[in-house]
């Protein structure tokens, strides 16, 4: 399975994706955690990506594709779920071709949708932790020790672009640019809408009957 998720920030995207890839045997390809992993580890591309992020720029969409190609040739034939990334036009034309370069299309983006005042209040309750970057609810996925990552023990923050007036800008800006990609995708015959606006097992069980349906129908 090669998958993407589109889908405004707060819609589920990371907590699905986690779960279609134990279920499924997948790698979960986070933009957002490749990014920053990239720019930690110091490397050429890591430095070029901090000076893009620490300027307040966008990383250009030719390194983001190198980035992300050089991550899915290393996972060989193993399949996996794409989250952040394509988020423009262009790039999601770009990674349509790369992709069918190496021979790895797409064959199912799933796209979530989610009323905009429900995911305003997802964003109050959501932490992270700084260290292994797991993501956690205050009410829908909390840690087992409130405020303490379950996996390392690092205190968990929220994020910048969690405050509400971040997060108002964030959806606008998202419902602005992603219609043109949505256009592009529901075009192409393997596109699956979601509504995540439901408790995350419920959620859940939504995601895995539209990939088992379009999976067996292919």
Not at 37 to 54: P, Y
Not at 65 to 75: E, S, Y
């Amino acid at each position: 399975m090669r998958i993407a998720l589109l889908g405004p920030p707060g819609s589920g995207k990371g907590t699905q994706a986690s779960k279609m890839c134990e279920a499924y045997n997948l790698v979960h390809m986070s933009s957002g955690d490749i990014l920053r992993m990239e720019k930690m580890s110091g490397s050429a591309k890591g430095q070029r990506i901090k000076n893009f992020i620490d300027n307040g720029l966008l990383v250009p969409d030719d390194l983001m594709l190198d980035i992300m190609r050089d991550k899915i040739v290393g996972l060989g034939q193993q399949g996996f779920v794409l989250d952040g990334f394509p988020r423009t036009l262009p790039q999601a034309q770009a990674l349509n071709k790369m992709l069918f370069e190496l021979d790895r299309p797409l064959n199912l983006v799933l796209n979530f949708v989610v009323d905009p005042d429900i995911l305003q209040r997802r964003f109050e309750g959501r932490r992270i932790c700084p260290n292994c970057l797991a993501v956690y609810h205050i009410d829908a996925n909390p840690p087992h020790v409130p405020g303490i990552c379950d996996n390392c023990g690092e205190k968990l923050i929220t994020r910048d672009d969690d405050q509400p007036s971040v997060v108002r800008k964030r959806i606008s800006t998202y419902q602005e640019t992603m219609a043109p990609l949505i256009a592009y995708f529901a075009q192409l015959g393997n596109f699956k809408t979601i509504n995540t606006t439901g408790n995350i097992d419920d959620v859940t069980k939504l995601v895995r009957d539209k990939i088992l349906r379009h999976f067996e129908d292919d």
